[in-house]
Each structure stands twice: as structure tokens, then as C-alpha cells.
């Protein structure tokens, strides 16, 4: 068992070392050569690093680490230390291969093909990269962590917060850079938000996943997906076929990205525990969708679809 825990720990060092790699080679070679705020901590340092000459690695760190202490103090234990290391070591990759490279990149940029070639390639390249720590549990702070501050103490929702933020900081890059890589902006954040989902959910599988577990344990296990995940849970009574003693069957449902921390959970509290898991094409109610949100969507649909006259 300790050589299984050893090896996932192992696994996951090496997930959050190429995944930072990944997105801060995005960062320093393609998005701040081409003046490119695409939203996040990047865009902040994108945009001072062109007014200020400041590097945009350290901004990105001197941003990230107060927003990490301010995250850990109010949500906990949700930003560990694999966070920290992820925070800490993008601004390190994008200060290295920056200053290897002068920010300038390796397109020539002499015209609007290089820019718009930086904000795709860009855009994969980062996502990508986030998703890769995404699935070793961690995740590189940022506004990320502001937005969820902002969802927590008001009514805006988690995604709305993170919109807001991210479209103020492509409003700050029109204002110093124009709105031509404002738009280039949009089309790098879509791109690395898609690629976000594509790696996270297994390389395109559905919106959240359903996890069901058997586990004498069920009681901490549960404890913990309400403190860790900011889930519940629900237990349901079974009887086993080959025992036909009575069971607790603890149903779940969670976000893709927390499935690899579930299953850490799990494995922590009862290694003898059993765990299947599929995906679910939509979670509606607390912690996911609001259904008044579909609810008014189906409305406005049908009054739209309602014949003229």
C-alpha cells in the first residue's frame, strides 16, 4: 500500500510539473510576445509587462501568492500545498523561458497571422497545460481564486464571477493595447477554456461525475467530500449478494476536476473500499447548475418558439 501511495504521489509530481511547463511555455512564447490579456494572472502581467517591463513570471507570483494565502485561510484545506507548488511553479516556468527567449517569442510577428497564430496556439497550449495540474489535484491559483471569493461572499454565481474577471482584464488589455488584441484576447480565453474541459474530462467526457462507493468508512469519507469538495452526498441501504449483510452505498456527485481528490479520499480513509464511477450529462441544484437558471432558459425558449400571430 505504500508503494502505491509513493507511486501516486510520484504521478502527480509529474502532472504538475509538465502541466506548468506547458502552460508557461503558452505564457512567455506565445501570449505575452503577442500582447495577448487573455483574462487571468497572465493577462494582468501580460499588459505590466509591456507598460512597466516588469517580468511577467514575478508579477504573476507577487499577484497569486496573496490571493493563495486569502484562499487558504477562507476555504482551507481546498488550496494545499500542491496548489502552492503549482502557483509557484508556472511564474518560475514563465520567468525562466522568458528571460531565455527576451519575451519575444518564436513567431517573427510582422503581421496579424503571427498575432492570430500566438492566440491559438496560445490558447491550446495554456489550457492544456492547466488541465495537466488539474488532474494531479492542484490547480495554479489566480483569479481563479478571486472568483470564488467573489461567489462566495455574493449572489453571483462561480462561472459569472470568473467571467466578470476575466472580462475585465480583456477590457484593461483593449484599453492599452487595442481592441484588434482585445479580440484575439477572446479567441485565446475560448481556446484554452475548451482545452481546460477537454483535458480534465478525460479527454471530452461529460459535465460532472457520479461516484458510488461502498465503504464501512462511509461516514468520514462523507465528512470530508463536504469539507474538501464543498459537496454532500447520500447514503443509500443496500444488502450485499455474497455476504447479505447490510450496506451503506454512498452516492456522489462532483465536478470532473474533483474526481482524482475523490478518489484520493476514498483511498485514504479505507483502502478496502469499492468505488465505480460514471459520468453525468448534467448536475442541477446546489453546488452546480441552478435549475431556476434552466427553468427561465426553457421559458424563453418556448416564447421564442411560440407561433406569431
Not at 511547463?21 to 505575452?32: E, K, N, P, Q, S
Not at 452505498?249 to 479505507?270: G, M, P, S
Request: with cysteine.
Amino acid at each position: 500500500m505504500q508503494h502505491s501511495h509513493t507511486g501516486r504521489l510520484v504521478i502527480e509530481a509529474l502532472y504538475l510539473v509538465l502541466g506548468t511547463a506547458v502552460a508557461g511555455a503558452a505564457i512567455a512564447l506565445f501570449i505575452t510576445p503577442a500582447r495577448i490579456a487573455s483574462g487571468g494572472v497572465n493577462g494582468i502581467a501580460t499588459i505590466l509587462y509591456h507598460v512597466t517591463g516588469f517580468d511577467t513570471g514575478l508579477v504573476m507570483l507577487l499577484i497569486s501568492l496573496p490571493l493563495f494565502f486569502i484562499g487558504l485561510r477562507i476555504f482551507g484545506r481546498l488550496y494545499g500545498a500542491k496548489s502552492l507548488a503549482g502557483t509557484i511553479l508556472l511564474s518560475l516556468w514563465v520567468s525562466l523561458m522568458g528571460q531565455l527567449t527576451n519575451y519575444d517569442g518564436i513567431l517573427p510577428y510582422v503581421d496579424r497571422m503571427d498575432t492570430l497564430l500566438s492566440a491559438i496556439f496560445g490558447g491550446v497550449l495554456l489550457g492544456s497545460g492547466i488541465g495537466i495540474v488539474m488532474r494531479s489535484g492542484a490547480n495554479t491559483g489566480g483569479t481563479d481564486i478571486l472568483a470564488q471569493i467573489i461567489s462566495r461572499y455574493t449572489p453571483l454565481a462561480l462561472g459569472t464571477a470568473l467571467f466578470l474577471c476575466d472580462g475585465l482584464i480583456i477590457i484593461a488589455g483593449a484599453l492599452v493595447f487595442g481592441l484588434e488584441r482585445a479580440l484575439f484576447a477572446i479567441i485565446t480565453l475560448y481556446i484554452s477554456g475548451q482545452m481546460v474541459n477537454f483535458m480534465v474530462m478525460n479527454l471530452g467526457t461529460k459535465y460532472a461525475k457520479t461516484a458510488y462507493i461502498v465503504s464501512d468508512r462511509h461516514e468520514a469519507i462523507g465528512k470530508r467530500i463536504i469539507t474538501e469538495l464543498r459537496h454532500g452526498g447520500t447514503l443509500i441501504n443496500g444488502v450485499g449478494v455474497f455476504t447479505q449483510k447490510e450496506r451503506k452505498l454512498l452516492l456522489a456527485v462532483v465536478h470532473n476536476q474533483q474526481i482524482n481528490h475523490l478518489t484520493q479520499i476514498v483511498h485514504e480513509e479505507d483502502p478496502k473500499a469499492f468505488m465505480f464511477v460514471h459520468e453525468t450529462y448534467q448536475a442541477l441544484g446546489e453546488g452546480f447548475v441552478p435549475m431556476r437558471r434552466i427553468i427561465k432558459s426553457e421559458k424563453q425558449r418556448s416564447k421564442q418558439d411560440r407561433p406569431k400571430g
